[in-house]
Structure formats: C-alpha cells, structure tokens
C-alpha cells in the first residue's frame, strides 16, 4: 500500500525540541523529493522545507531555517524533522508529502504538534 | 516568497451548481500550479496540477485553467461529496498556499 505515516507529535513547552518522523512504504522513496508541510489552527498550509531525493539538498521557509532540520534515511525508507526552539505559532498538524514534480500527490495523515507552556 | 491569493473565502453552493474557484499570484509562476481539496479530517487531496491537469481518479467535473498569475478551478454540476476546502499551491519558486475557499451548503 502505498502511504505515508508521520509520528513524533504532542505537547511541547516553547523553547524545547521535537523530533517528527514519516515512514514511507508501497513506492521507491529514494527516487523522490520529500517534504515536510504545517497545517495552521486556522487551516492555512505551510510549506516548511525539502530534501533532494540523494539527500544532497535541503531548503527550508524563512520562519523555520535554523531551527529545523531535515534528513531522510533512503535504507529505511523514512523521513524526518528535527525542530529546536520551538514556539507558539509552531503549533499545528505536520504533514510529510511527497514530491512528483512539483506537486504533491501523496500526503500523510499527519501529526499534531501543540507549543504551549 | 511568491503570495496566493484565493476569492472568495467561502462559497455558499447547493447541488448540481457550477462553480468557479479563483487563485491569484503575486508574481508569474506560469503553469506551475496545483489545487488541492481538504475534507474535515482528512489530508488534502491533489485535484489539478499544470494548471489545468487533472490527477488520476479525479472526475471529469473538476477542471482547472490559467497561467501566468490568474487561475481557476471550475467545478461543473456540483455533487454532496464535493463540500470541502479548496487550495491553490503554486510550485515554481517553492511552494505556497492560498488561504483557501470553503465550498458549502
């Protein structure tokens, strides 16, 4: 079956880290591009960052570069995201996706975050 | 940073309609643009990509058109199924989202 699962979400005080994680099975998942997306409580998507399918590249958005990190192990088919300083408006649900160009047409179910003291 | 710009925030429908979703970029992105649908609960879905090509499973009503900056999602005779929020991503500098459309009753 192909999917995506994300794991690693809960209730974080501000300032400390998380660590998500996407298990990725049913396709070749090092031939892709992967993303790490937030949805806001409001309901806006947010793109947060990219890996190269070879793990050569990384990009992140401004409001998350140089605080998290993302990595990816092609041997085991997962994906993650290392969060540091984490702040309130960092609260929402995590997806991982899958890039086929440009576009995504796989999602995860994703993971809920909450940053609150 | 490339800002999507969706009208109108919410669209009050009822069955077997035609509705026409906007997106607009503040900058040319081309044909680089994909719409997706949410339902309460789930994961967005893609529908359209390349502006204007529908995705695998996707039915015939949906259809997507534009470039450059303006952009459409049409959705022909609309079904109870298609109640959702709506979104445009554009993919040619990164991505990013519109704020999107809810389709309602």
């Known amino acids: 079956q192909v999917q995506l699962v994300e794991s690693g979400g809960g209730v974080v005080q501000p300032g400390k880290s998380l660590r998500l994680s996407c298990a990725a099975s049913g396709f070749p998942f090092s031939s892709f591009d992967m993303h790490w997306l937030r949805q806001t409580p409001g309901g806006g998507l947010e793109w947060l960052s990219r890996i190269s399918f070879d793990e050569t590249t990384t990009h992140y958005s401004d409001s998350v570069e140089g605080r998290f990190s993302i990595s990816r192990d092609n041997s085991k088919n997962t994906l993650a995201l290392e969060m540091t300083s984490l702040r309130v408006e960092d609260t929402g649900i995590y997806y991982c996706?899958?890039?086929?160009?440009?576009?995504?047409?796989?999602w995860g179910q994703g993971t809920l975050v909450t940053v609150s003291s | 940073e490339v800002v999507m710009t969706q009208s109108p925030a919410t669209l009050s429908v009822t069955p077997g309609q035609t509705v026409t979703l906007s997106c607009r970029a503040s900058?040319?992105?081309?044909?680089?643009l994909a719409w997706y649908q949410q339902k309460p609960g789930q994961s967005p879905r893609l529908l359209i990509y390349?502006?204007?090509t529908r995705a695998t499973g996707v039915p015939g009503r949906f259809s997507g058109s534009g470039s450059g900056t303006e952009f459409t999602l049409t959705i022909s005779s609309l079904e109870s199924e298609d109640f959702a929020v709506y979104f445009c991503q554009q993919y040619n500098n990164w991505w990013t989202f519109g704020q999107g459309t809810k389709v309602e009753v």
């Open positions: 900058q040319n992105v081309m044909a680089n």
């Open positions: 996706a899958r890039d086929v160009g440009g576009e995504t047409n796989l």
């Open positions: 390349r502006a204007s």
